[in-house]
């Protein structure tokens, strides 16, 4: 009788993450995504978000049944009624999300284990740009990113040193840190 052990450190099946960096090493086209999110203004200053199905490898990925829902809305001082957070928010959470899975997973990897993870993130924005104002930039002029951390089983130097590591490999980092192309078009209907 066979049985198979599988080491689950942090809620990551570390077993399968190693197989799929094997996998993405093996052919790079098993590492490429396309993700995609939609838009539908309701009224005022609130809109609806949908993220639903992804491309990998080329193909439609279909293990979402259904699209995740998200509202999007501006508070009051904004012109909005605080039906949900505004884009700039749902940014700072992308990164707070981004930088959370890539600690844990890689704490995983190494056979760290954590038993606390937190992030706070913090933005400066000048909205003069978007009110067709002078001013600074249109987008944040600084965010602040502060981590929380507790392990049984490692180092403060190979925490921070994971942490570096982390900001280094992040996409949203990435692609907040760096230009990105940004192609926009307009049907008019």
Not at 21 to 37: E, K, M, S
Not at 113 to 141: N, Q
Not at 165 to 179: C, F, G, K, M
Request: aromatic share 8%; charged share 25%; hydrophobic share 40%.
């Amino acid at each position: 009788d066979m049985t198979e052990t599988v080491t689950i450190r942090n809620g990551i099946d570390v077993d399968q993450l190693l197989a799929t960096i094997d996998a993405v090493d093996n052919d790079p086209a098993v590492g490429t995504f396309t993700f995609r999110a939609s838009s539908r203004w309701q009224s005022g200053t609130y809109n609806v978000g949908e993220i639903g199905r992804f491309i990998h490898a080329g193909q439609e990925d279909e293990s979402r049944d259904e699209a995740f829902r998200l509202d999007g809305d501006e508070p009051p001082v904004l012109l909005g009624r605080n039906k949900g957070p505004n884009a700039v928010e749902l940014l700072l959470q992308a990164l707070g999300f981004c930088y959370a899975v890539g600690f844990v997973a890689n704490a995983a990897a190494r056979g760290i284990e954590l038993t606390a993870m937190e992030y706070e993130l913090e933005g400066d924005l000048d909205v003069r740009p978007f009110l067709g104002l002078a001013g600074p930039r249109a987008g944040f002029t600084e965010v602040r990113a502060k981590g929380w951390v507790s392990s049984p089983n490692a180092t403060k130097e190979q925490l921070v040193e994971l942490c570096q590591y982390v900001q280094d490999t992040s996409p949203v980092r990435d692609s907040l840190a760096n230009p990105v192309p940004v192609t926009t078009t307009l049907d008019v209907r």
